[in-house]
């Protein structure tokens, strides 16, 4: 792990921005570099004589006139599921049970696996996301592979090997014992292990019975720090089959609730057709409802209603849900989310967008120290974004006069064309792509 100073123009955030021109809420340094060692930041600032002291021997890579940001975090996204996407469905069910549930199938191939978890980074990286929060599938060899791949390329990553015993083909079940068991050693393989954490992945309701979600209960106690993750209210059907499997609890999160499943280190995917019940339970456990824009247009599952939530005073973070989302990508996704919003009535600030695809995302995911910031003892997960790389954008840009345009433009026109490099614990990772795609 070389030493290096990224120089550039460089934006971290401190905080949540307060509307669309809140300059307290980031620091920025137009002149700027990050230097880094031994894959953490060491001191970001402007590009002076005291910042090259910090490190006096390293390499100065160029990056001016780029954008330097902390790498994108995924808060939800199903790595068997590449697949999948853009598979043509009425609804959700219609999607899971045609699609997604035959799909994962091919998982208990242990090659197959390794070959998919492979290209999967590949991606996060081509795209600019340094972190996710990933589903496997029920077959604990889908949740080896992806750590084994994501430890040799020193990823920060959360993932689970997902449960589910009931209402999917034979060949994507477990049973609460040995979704218990399976879970519990990788946990106790691999959690803690390089920058890999291990979640505890009900895959949502429908799919576990009352007993396998009391076996999940057992592992949050075993293990109370780990990070739950799973669905909820994404789509009428999907709410109308909870109610009928859980005829005696008062709503769909209540299930969860029952199951002692809710915390701050919970992520519920989707929430988007939500009691207001629902909405105080989340805020009383400090759950985090993770909004899925791509997905939830494709799929027609609804529009998420984000002011409610902030009214609610419910945690929030952003993610792409792949295969059920359309595009790997943060900027696609936060530029859909914009969109969703405008419907809604609900305009979000670009400089609130860059901040959930990095700091918000990182405080969902209680990692705020680690990553989502460029501050000195964060890891050196970086982006870096050029807005002049596609040629229509590099018309625009003759326009652009403030950060928060260019961002905005970087939101509504970029994808893995704008992000010029991607940095793993201190490391370019995109530049070393290999070209030869698809995977052998
Ligand atoms: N609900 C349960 N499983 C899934 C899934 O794989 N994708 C989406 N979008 N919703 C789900
Ligand atoms: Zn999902």
């Known amino acids: 792990m070389s030493a290096k100073i990224l120089r550039g123009r460089v934006l971290t955030f401190v905080d949540e921005p307060q509307g669309a021109d809140d300059n307290s809420a980031y620091r920025y340094f137009e002149d700027g570099a990050v230097a880094v060692d031994g894959g953490k930041v060491v001191a970001v600032g402007e590009f002076n004589e005291a910042l090259k002291l910090a490190l006096p021997k390293a390499e100065v890579v160029d990056h001016r006139p780029k954008l330097i ?40 191939d242990a090659a197959h696996a390794a070959r998919i978890a492979s290209a999967f980074f590949d991606e996060l990286i081509r795209y600019g996301t340094t972190t996710a929060a990933v589903y496997c599938t029920v077959h604990p060899q889908s949740a080896e592979a992806f750590f084994a791949e994501a430890d040799k390329r020193n990823l920060r990553m959360i993932a689970g090997k997902v449960m589910m015993d009931r209402n999917a083909p034979e060949g994507l079940l477990d049973t609460p014992q040995s979704g218990y068991d399976d879970t519990r050693r990788l946990m106790e393989t691999w959690n803690g292990v390089g920058r890999l ?120 973070a952003v993610a792409t849900d792949i295969g059920g989302g359309t595009s790997y990508s943060m900027l696609r996704t936060l530029d859909e989310g914009y969109k969703v919003l405008q419907l809604r009535g609900q305009r979000m600030s670009p400089l609130e967008s860059f901040y959930m695809m990095t700091l918000g995302n990182a405080r969902a995911l209680s990692l705020e120290h680690s990553i989502g910031t460029l501050e000195a003892g964060a890891d050196a997960d970086i982006v870096v974004l050029d807005a002049r790389a596609v040629p229509h954008m590099a018309l625009k840009m003759e326009h652009v006069d403030t950060l928060g345009e260019e961002l905005f433009l970087l939101q509504t026109c970029g994808d893995d064309r704008v992000v010029a490099e991607t940095y793993v614990a201190g490391e370019a990772a995109k530049a070393g792509l290999s070209a030869d795609y698809p995977h052998p």
């Open 69 to 108: 940001m902390p790498g994108f975090i995924d808060t939800h996204i199903h790595y068997p599921q590449m697949q999948v996407v853009g598979s043509y469905a009425k609804d959700l069910l219609e999607w899971l049970n045609t699609y997604t549930f035959v799909e994962e199938q091919r998982f208990a």
């Open 197 to 316: 954490n291990v979640a505890i992945t009900p895959r949502f309701a429908l799919t576990s019975t009352p007993e396998q979600l009391e076996m999940c209960q057992d592992l949050a106690r075993l293990f109370p720090d780990a990070y739950i993750q799973t669905h909820v209210n994404e789509s009428l059907g999907e709410i109308a089959f909870a109610k009928e499997l859980f005829p005696n609890l008062p709503d769909y999160v209540g299930v969860y609730e029952h199951y002692g499943l809710l915390g701050p280190k919970t992520l519920l995917g989707h929430c988007i057709h939500m009691q207001d019940r629902e909405i105080e339970l989340m805020y009383e456990t400090g759950s985090v409802a993770v909004f899925c824009p791509t997905s939830n247009l494709f799929i027609g599952s609804g529009l998420f209603d984000r002011q409610r939530m902030k009214d609610g005073n419910v945690r929030i």
